[in-house]
C-alpha cells in the first residue's frame, strides 16, 4: 500500500522531506520527482563543490531524476550551513546560481516545477520568491515518520560499522586462521595440529548456498567460526559473487550463481546475462528487505574481521548500499577498501559505476529499491 503524503504550504512541504529522504539531509540538494500532486521518495546529492563545474553538476542531476518513472513535474529543497547574504536589495540565498541553472533546464524539459526551497542557519525561504523573507524553522512541522523510520539522522548515519570488542575479533581471527589452515592444506603430513574446531566448521561448507541463506538471519549473535567460513568464502572472487547475487535475489539463484561461477573458474563457461545483469543493476528490483538484512551481515563482518579480510564484505556492503539507492554510503565503504587494498578489483569497478552517476535501474522505479 502506498502513503500518500500532502502539503498544504511549503512549512508542511519541507516536515515531509526528511520522511521521504529517510534522513535529514545535510549539505544537500534534494530532487523530489512528482507524477501529478504525488512524490513517491526523493533523490539527495551533495551541494556542489566549489571545483565543480555547475552545468555538468545540473545536468547530472536533472538526467538522473528524470529517469524516474511517470515523473512529470519536481521540486527541489537545498538544505545548507551557508547563511544568506543580507544586502541593501534584500536577501540573497545561499546556491541561488545552482538552483537558477537547475530550474533553467527543468523548465526547458517542459517540467512543472512543484517548489524552490532553502533550509539553511537563520530559517527557510523559497527561490522562487523575487523578494525572498526567512521564515523561522520552528513553524516546519516534525516529520510524520513510521517507528521504524530515524529521521532525526543525517545522511551519513547507518553507514558505521558496529562496535565488535576486541575480545571477538580476535576470536573470529583465530578461527580464520585455523580454518584457512585446514582448508589451504595439501595432502601432505602436516608438521602442526589442526584445530578439531576447524575440521568440525568446515563441514558448514558443504552447501554453501544454504550456509549463504542462512547467514542472513541472526548476523548479530554469528559464532566465530561461522563468521570465519564467511569470511574465508568472500576472500575467493567466486563464492564472493554468487552469495552477493543470491543475497540480491534469491536461493534458487544462489545455486545457479554458484555453479556458473565454477564453471566460469573451471572451464571458461560464460556467466549468464541475467546473473551479470543484476551486479550492474538492471532488471527486477530487489527486495529492499533481504538487501537490508545483506547489508547487516556484511557489516558484522567487516566489523569482526581483521584488516586484511575487510575489503571483501566491506566491498559487498558497498555493493549491497548502492543496490538500495544509499550512495553515500557506498562512498564511505570504499574509501574504506582503498585504505587497505587500493588495488581491490570489485571495489574499483563499483567506484566506476557511482562515481560516473550510474544508479541501479529499479531505484528510478516507484516501489523499487
Known sequence: MNTVLRATDSAEFLGIVPTLAGFRPRQSVVLLPFHDSRTHGAMRIDLPRPDVDLNTYVDTAVELITRVDGMNAIAVVVYTDEYPQHTPDGIVLPSCVLVDNLLEVVDDLGLRIVDALCVNPEGWS????????????????????????????????????????????????????????????????????????????????????????????????MPPYAAAGLLWCLNLPSFRDSALLQWATDLPTGVRALAAQLAYAHEAETISDELGMVLLGRGIAPDPERLKAALALTQHLAARAPRAARPAPLTLAAWLSWALGRSTHTARYLDAVAEIDPAYSMARLIDVMTSAAVLPEWVFQRGGA
Open 126 to 221: 523559497s527561490y522562487l520568491d523575487d523578494d525572498p523573507v526567512l521564515q523561522p524553522l520552528d513553524v516546519i512541522p516534525e516529520p510524520a515518520a513510521p517507528p521504524e523510520l530515524d529521521v532525526d539522522t543525517d545522511q551519513d548515519a547507518g553507514a558505521e560499522l558496529p562496535k565488535i570488542g576486541v575480545f571477538e575479533q580476535e576470536r573470529v581471527a583465530r578461527a580464520l586462521r585455523d580454518l584457512t589452515a585446514f582448508l589451504s592444506a595439501d595432502e601432505e603430513p602436516r608438521n602442526q595440529r589442526i584445530n578439531p574446531q576447524a575440521i568440525e566448521a568446515s563441514g558448514m561448507l558443504d552447501d554453501l548456498p544454504q550456509f549463504f541463506e542462512d547467514a542472513l538471519d541472526d548476523p548479530e549473535n
